[in-house]
């Protein structure tokens, strides 16, 4: 057996131990989407502190649970298929906005869940140990308001530049597809007139 089959094996196990495990920790009727918005929100300036009454109101108890309780979406959900669908665009914390990864760093993996090579620009993302489930893994978490995004994990031989597989989390994800040239000429005009507009 290769080391290449052996990581393989192993990481489909852990996939669904995982999976499994997330199942029994989803809420009954919570459903698991990937959020799009059509602007990018303003990305904060500083860390971002809340109170947990403050994060309960403000995501759905799904992206509490994943955000902020270290939960794990389910394995080959609705959230990887959306993900697997999307085009261009930009991957945002649902938390608090901040930049995390962009399509041009997505790759398949066929591990259940979302996976990036790279995140969009690195100090908006850190990793910490993780010895929780009675495994040594690398946890990957927002640098701006410490939400749980997923896990990293390294050498499995895929075909990246990295050789890297930032294995994240689609429900604390926001989706912000890249505007075409059309969009973007009918917004710089819509503005223009509004402009005139106002002026007159």
């Given amino acids: ?10 990481a489909l196990g852990l996939t669904v131990a995982m999976g499994g495990l997330a199942l029994s920790q989803q809420a009954k009727g919570d459903k698991q989407v990937m959020e799009v918005v059509t602007e990018k929100p303003e990305e904060p300036t500083q860390k971002v502190v809340k109170s947990e009454e403050e994060w309960k109101k403000e995501l759905t108890p799904e992206q509490y649970r994943v955000l902020r309780e270290s939960g794990t979406d389910r394995a080959f ?11 261009e ?6 938390g608090c906005n901040t930049e995390l990864f962009t399509s041009e760093g997505k790759f398949d993996a066929h ?12 100090e908006n993302v850190k990793t910490v140990p993780d010895v929780s489930g009675g495994m040594i893994r690398t946890e990957v978490r927002c640098a701006n308001c410490d939400g749980h995004l997923g896990h990293l ?3 499995e031989g895929f075909d990246t530049p990295t050789d890297q597989r930032y294995c994240i989390n689609g429900s ?16 710089a005009v819509d503005e223009k ?3 005139e507009k106002k002026e007159r």
């Fill in 172 to 187: 604390v994800l926001r989706f912000v597809p890249k505007k075409d040239k059309a969009d973007e000429k009918a917004a």
């Fill in 111 to 122: 591990c259940g869940w979302p996976s990036f090579y790279d995140p969009a620009k690195n």
């Fill in 193 to 195: 007139a509004g402009t």
């Fill in 77 to 87: 959900g609705q959230v990887y298929k959306e993900f697997k669908e999307q085009g």
């Fill in 1 to 10: 057996m290769t080391t290449r089959t052996l990581i393989t094996s192993l």
């Fill in 89 to 94: 665009g930009t991957y945002i914390c649902v």
């Fill in 153 to 155: 994990f390294e050498g």
